[in-house]
């Protein structure tokens, strides 16, 4: 009975899931997740943030708050990493004292936060992971993961580019994120092997600009001089395109470069706007989960959950001239 | 014409923090007076001259000016109420030009720039109105401090000051310098200017004071006329009258510690205004103490220094001789191991860790003796700390006490003591009682004294003639990084400034 | 240090009775007094659960301490160099370097737990000698010298890490760390007690030793209370200065094995901003920057108490702007108390 209520709520957040097939078969475990669970409780959701300081990851928040204001037995505290490992393990930590009922985070990075979901999970405190992932295997190491695929929305803008914009080929530009972090090799290497596709299209450049505009517009103007033909960009993320088009600006090459962001963040200075301004050609939207994660923990601490599919992929939208205005609307 | 004095300041008491400075002080200046104060350190008079210019406010008092009470809240009001002052450590920026000193803060422009040419000129004009003429485009942090201080009193004349406080303004300068600076007072005050006159000098009291009023433990000791007998005002200084001054001296020679044969030192690297020893010859014999004496400028305590190993890096010609042997005294660690102690003029500058406690300033030259095996021997530091205390009768008796905190003379004892710690055969001491009261004074000097009879070699530079004429056994004047001219002691000042000044023209700048 | 205190005690010129300052006093120790008042206020404003008091429970003890191991390592190191009137900031950037060094050399060169740990915590001491021996023999600001040292640092943890962060996983073979280093990470007696509070412990207690009961210690204060009085009292100011940057080389490394053992992982990108922290929590701790007083006590409380504040609003979910306001605060009153200090000693106006 109740399990069957589970499903049908879960219905609708299934059908995103490309990877529910990854559910384990719960018929052995019985128990609800958390003990402590129903409709009549109050419950506290800690979520740890790998760093605030970002666009994005504010974008996150945004949409976990909102998504969690909906629900009025849950409460939402946000703490910030700050793009530091030992302060985020020390907030893990302190959600653990604290007892909180589930906890979201979105590891700075996977290996050192580790150790602090495990004792997470010791103390029988649900763990969804959102974006990036730690070490381990979800639904044992962890409860959950959601999130997009870095690899995969950096090679549909790869196929982007091969498909539509560049049939006949050009010279390409990639602005890599920060080096060394996940993300950032995943988006590059998505990128390159999208345009695979189309043999015409040759890959010139490619330099990291660490996810910081002014980064990305010194480099990509050094791109510019030495390769003028470039004919499009592909950068990491909103705000290395923003860069990478004061730098096409400044060589007065905003109609031969079509640049292409990943992020699709709303507001004035996201990516929605720039393409529905004809500024850039496209951008990828890379999905907070957040609305997802809430359906989650609802799942978990209000439905009395007995399990919850493992891996949840957030599929990616792609933002061009012809959807952007319309989304601008939302 | 008002009859009330130019300044009157009336029961002014002040504490700090339970420790009263001032005690209800009574202090008048007339038009066209100088008024010396006097006073140990301690005494009260730095902080009666600070309420005076606004730096403090005191707790009780009052401050009349032509007979109307005025209130300094800083020193601000206080110049604008036409109170200049002179401090010791002079307000002088160094990286600037002594043109740029002079306007600082009033400079000169002309449509919103800055005209330097008016101002260099002006500058000119006011140093020459004082009698003094120099470069104003030199940078002041490459002057000497005599000629800084008479940068300082050209810049605080400039505020059409009508009282001018001097806080010992002659400590740094040469004997002829000082008498200028007299001259220009004395000039100042036949204008209407009314002078207060703060100077450790008792000798120079009457050639430029018109009267003397003396505090003691912040309260006024008593007045004297400028022209009273020199024990008198001792007396009023110190409380009691002093005995003798300057010890006896037990006279003997023994084996020769120091000998100088045209010694130079050639730096590696030239230096503004550092005259390197040029050829000295002197000697100096175990039990004997030995004066240098010069103007300013004259290389004493570059020779002094160079002695030490500190003079920077270079090196020496002509005979360096300790104990008769060869010595190469071209570092620190090679001056100590030859048994050489210095005792800096700059005694807060080189000579003390002033946040630090007595008792770590004592052992600091000795630390070798107070940490076998690198560790800290409290109760060995403890020992060596507390002999030297009452070796030097340093009061307070207290090693814990920051050594900031104490009486200049007493810092100076602590400074002495520390470098006695590490029983030298050679002691170079410069200046040994700059800034110092006249009772520690005397006891520095027995101190030297018993130094010498113990064997210790001692030569001391010093600008203050009757101090060498009183202290040493024989005096060596330099001149220009040579010696020139030697003295037996009880020589006659006259001629020993003759022979140090001699041919000024050829050797100042 | 305790002449701060004492200083006050006397007037400027005559022997005062022996008083109690308690301005004098209250400086001295104004960071354990902070780091009582921030506990006094974590208790009060603790959420409580079923009747305890959340910020005392031991659970959360060790969380604070754990959170300033690493920044509390390097503090303790700071405290030398800025005793000697000196600043380094490079220690965040070496810790990253160390991390990624042990990192590198266990997983890749393959080398034993002992061999490894001497090498990176060497190669630690010898950065940061040699930005001594640069300062010193150029007669550059230390400021200038390991801002450079940062760059460097950074630089070469980037370059040995080609780019990537180096993973550690344990076990014996090849590409595998022995797994006792993973100890680090880890809690005893009990799950209590963090292994890297407990190398914390071990480098404050050492420290304090050498600062308070060495020679080398006494060298540390006098060349930062007066250089030039330390030069002509025979002292080697040199190579005290030098040593003083080696002590935080490798201070920075120990943290650096730490980091790389917590989180099992090294990363040119770990680190950041630390020489902030540490700094912050020096200055709180009452030791000058203008050299020549501190204390190892104060700098520990310093690191405990921003350890404790942090907690306290993050358990109250205050979020993280204010945190940065409040450490501001501290900071500047913990300064205008040293120059009140100052001024009562009448050491500048």
Known sequence: MRRLEIRSKLWPFLALSAGAAALTAGAAQAAPLVKECGKNGQYVIGFSQANNAEPYRQHVNDELTAAAKKVPQFTLQIADGAGNVNTQTSQMDNFVTQKVDLILISPF???????????????????????????????KDYTAFIGGDNFKIAEEAGKYVAGKLLPDGGEVAVLEGLPSSTPAVERLNGFKAGV?????????AEQAADWLPDKAQTAFAAMLQAHPNIKAVYASNDMMAAGARLAAKGAGKVDQVKILGTDGLPGPAGGIRAVAEGEWAATFTYPTGGPEAIEMAKAILLDCAEQVPTVVTVPTTAITPDNAKQLMGN | ???????????????????QALRGVDFDLQRGEVHALLGENGAGKSTLMNVLSGVIQPDEGEILIDGAALRFEDPRAAQAAGVATIFQELDLVPSLDVAANLFLGRELTRGGVLDRFAMRRQAKLRLAEIGFDMDVDQLVGDLPVGRRQIVAIAKALAYASRILVMDEPTAALTASEAERLFAVMRDLAGRGVGIVYISHRLEEVPRVADRVTVLRDGKVAGAASPSAPQSELVALLV??????LYPRRSGGRARRVLRLEQARYQPRRRRAGWRAPQGVSLEVHAGEVVGLAGIMGAGRTELLSTLYGAGGPGAWSGTVEIDGKPARLTSIAAARRAGLAFVTDDRRGGGLMLRDSVGRNLVASVLRRVSPFFLMSKAREARLAGEAIAAFDVRPPRPDLAVGALSGGNQQKVVLAKEVLGEPRLLLLDEPTRGVDVGAKGEIYARIRALAAQGVGVLVASSEMPELIGLCDRIVVLRGGRSVAEFPAGAEERDILEAAEASQDEDDE | MNDAATALKSAPARPAPRRL?????????????????????????S???HGSILFLAPDNIANIVRAISETGIIAVGMTFVIITAGIDLSVGALLSLSSVLTATIMTTWGWGLVPTLLFVLIC??????????ISTKFRLEPFIVTLAGLQTARGLALVISGNQYINISYGDGPG???PIFSVLGDRLFNNTVPVATLVFVVVAIVATFVLNLTRFGRYVFAVGGNERAARLSGMPVTLVKISVYAITGLVSAIAGVVHAGQFNFGSANDGTGYELTAIAAVVIGGTSLFGGSGSMIGTVAGAVMLGALANVLQLNNINAALQLLATGAIIVLAAVLQSLVRRREGLGR
């Open chain 3, 176 to 178: 595998l760390a022995p």
């Open chain 3, 47 to 49: 959420p409580r659960r």
């Open chain 3, 21 to 45: 300052d308690f301005f004098a006093v209250a400086v001295r120790f104004q960071s354990v007094i902070g780091l009582i008042l921030v506990a006094i206020g974590g208790v009060i404003f």
């Open chain 1, 196 to 204: 695979k596709d189309n043999p015409k299209i040759e890959v010139v």
């Open chain 1, 109 to 139: 990075e996977a290996s050192p936060l580790t150790p602090a979901v495990a004792r997470a999970m010791k103390a029988g405190i649900p763990v969804i992971e959102l974006d990036r992932k730690t070490v381990g295997e979800p639904g």
């Open chain 2, 239 to 244: 409380g009691r009258p002093l005995a003798e």
């Open chain 2, 1 to 19: 014409m008002s009859a009330a004095p130019l300044l009157a300041m009336r029961g002014v008491a002040k504490s700090f923090g339970g420790a």
């Open chain 3, 124 to 133: 630690g001491a010898a950065f940061g000698a040699t930005q001594g021996v």
